[in-house]
């Protein structure tokens, strides 16, 4: 089977982080490419026309905010969860920018600071914002969402998400956090999951790395390699404890 980028908009610099989209130091951002081709290859295992996405290490929520403003028709909820409070607070403020008052917001924050800086910059930022704007309108309107802090080792009770798109901490500018078990983080985290998530859905983990090495017995429905970042699409039955 053959895959290509679906992205419609070919200039993404609106969506880079710092652009529209909030960053912050020690929150890197995501390829907006990788991005999209891993949520469409795990469409096609979800088998669905439309997800509820989640990301369970979610940092600044760059990735699932920029997801949600990409594939808006495919997307009917977005929710994003941290264990650290900060990360949680940041994530919400950029998922607000699903939402045409968020976007609002920030178009009006951002040709304010045009105005107090008088760089030219800030006014084609706005303008950016202006643009996402009408773009998520014609693509379905607000996105309903939610952020919030959580461990990814330690979830209780049923998550209504059909995919899990998340880049897991690679020891550079991010650290594991919460009850990490020790010696297999991964591992914790995918059986973590495999406990909430309905056995339809399907995760995709990415990290820097040559490999993503998934628990004994596990096998991948598909591993992607590009560039320093490896990929593996799992389904949440096969990695339930």
Known sequence: MSYRYAVER???SALAGGHVLRSAPGFPGFPVRLASELFQRAMVHVGRETVRLWDPCCGSGYLATV???LHREEITHVRATDVDADA???AARNLRL???EGLAEREEELRRSARDFGRVAFVERAVA???LAADLAARGGDLPHEAAVADVFSLEGAVAADLVVTDVPYGEMTRWAGAVPEGD???GLLASLGRVLPEHAVVVVSA???RI???EGVRALERVRIGSRAAALVRARDVAP
């Open 185 to 187: 983080p991964m591992g």
């Open 213 to 215: 090495a998934l628990p």
């Open 98 to 100: 699903l939402t045409a």
């Open 10 to 12: 070919t200039d993404n």
């Open 88 to 90: 949680a607070h940041l």
């Open 129 to 131: 914002a202006r643009n």
């Open 208 to 210: 820097r790395t040559r």
């Open 67 to 69: 997801l949600g403003l």
